[in-house]
């Protein structure tokens, strides 16, 4: 699968997750998708990311979560959206598998990356 075929991918199951969240109660807002390569390994540099990370490749996007009007801020009040978004596909990651937990992302792997 070429990249831009794994991004549309990506894009149809992000849209599937915010109208699996809104289904069940949950609201959303968009955190950051796109990364620029020079702003990664900024944050690569302060320890807030990875170099390599999937959203220079627009292969990741963070979202918000909300529970009634309330935003959510610890990784595991995102565990229902992580577990939903790994059975759409068996390349979806969810960042509070990470060991560094970082709730908020959804991403498609890419090149060993996940």
């Known amino acids: 699968m070429t990249l831009g075929e794994k ?17 069940n109660g949950f609201e959303l807002t968009f955190g950051e998708c796109y990364r620029t390569p020079e702003q990664a390994a900024l944050n690569a540099k302060t320890g807030a990311g990875i170099s390599n990370s999937l959203h220079t490749k627009r292969l990741a996007i963070d979202v918000n979560l909300f529970v009634d009007g309330v935003y959510q801020q610890e990784s595991e009040a995102y565990r229902p959206l992580g577990d939903y978004w790994k059975t759409l596909d068996p390349e979806c990651a969810w960042g509070g598998d990470f060991t560094k937990k970082d709730g908020n992302h959804f991403s498609l792997a890419h090149e060993g990356v996940r």
Not at 7 to 23: D, N, S
């Open 7 to 23: 991004q549309r991918r990506f894009a149809e199951l992000v849209g599937r997750l915010i109208a699996w969240c809104y289904a």
